[in-house]
């Protein structure tokens, strides 16, 4: 990993990105990673991540939206079928499971949505939560209820990146500052 005043480059699986930042209240600039939109460092991520997932995880689960393409080359890779969590109510959804997510680092309070027939999919499992980014742990500990709230247990969590000082016992590829 490579920085900047303003930049922050980082490698994985002999893939590079330069991270762009956003400018968020008096922390200074936040470095944002993208999977959207961004096949070939998503595959070279998830690649890097299947060793990681923790042993005896029967499913993963995870939430939309940048996670999301991250946790299906996962899936594909692993052959461990995955479940995904939704930031907001579709007409569709039966009998949802619904968890608020305390204070995020960056952003707005969010609320979690897990369509009944999906929740299902988690009982009596073994389950761990996949993220894109863990910072300040509150969206992975909203992931954690779910699973418990649905009846699995919650197996492990692992993340691309850890970005800050979270206390969760995360398995992570790589750290990044708070602020550049
Ligand atoms: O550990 P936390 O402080 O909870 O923050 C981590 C979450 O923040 C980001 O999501 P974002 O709000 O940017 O949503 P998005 O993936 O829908 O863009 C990231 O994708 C994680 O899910």
């Known amino acids: 990993m490579t920085s900047t005043q303003q930049e922050l480059t980082v490698t994985i699986g002999g893939v590079s990105r330069t991270l762009p930042t956003v ?3 008096g922390m ?3 470095p944002l990673v993208e999977f959207i939109g961004d096949s070939e460092f998503t595959n070279a991520v998830a690649q890097e991540m ?6 005896g ?6 939430v939309v939206t940048n ?3 991250l946790t ?4 594909d890779r692993s052959g461990l079928p995955y479940v995904c969590a939704r930031k907001k109510r579709r007409t569709y959804m039966q009998n949802p499971i619904i968890q608020d997510v305390p204070s995020m680092t960056l952003g707005v309070a969010e609320t979690l949505w897990l369509d009944g027939p999906h929740a299902a999919r988690l009982k009596g499992k073994q389950v761990t939560v996949v993220q894109d980014v863990v910072a300040s742990g509150g969206t992975a500990q909203a992931l954690a209820r779910l699973v418990e709230r649905a009846g699995g247990t919650v197996n492990g969590y692992l993340a691309a990146f850890r970005q800050g000082d979270s206390t969760l016992p995360l398995v992570a590829l790589q750290s990044l500052p708070k602020t550049l």
């Open 67 to 69: 996670a999301l393409p």
């Open 50 to 55: 299947v060793a990681l997932i923790p042993e």
């Open 57 to 62: 995880t029967e499913v993963l689960l995870t």
């Open 28 to 30: 200074g600039r936040v």
């Open 23 to 25: 400018r968020a209240g």
């Open 72 to 75: 299906h080359e996962l899936s």
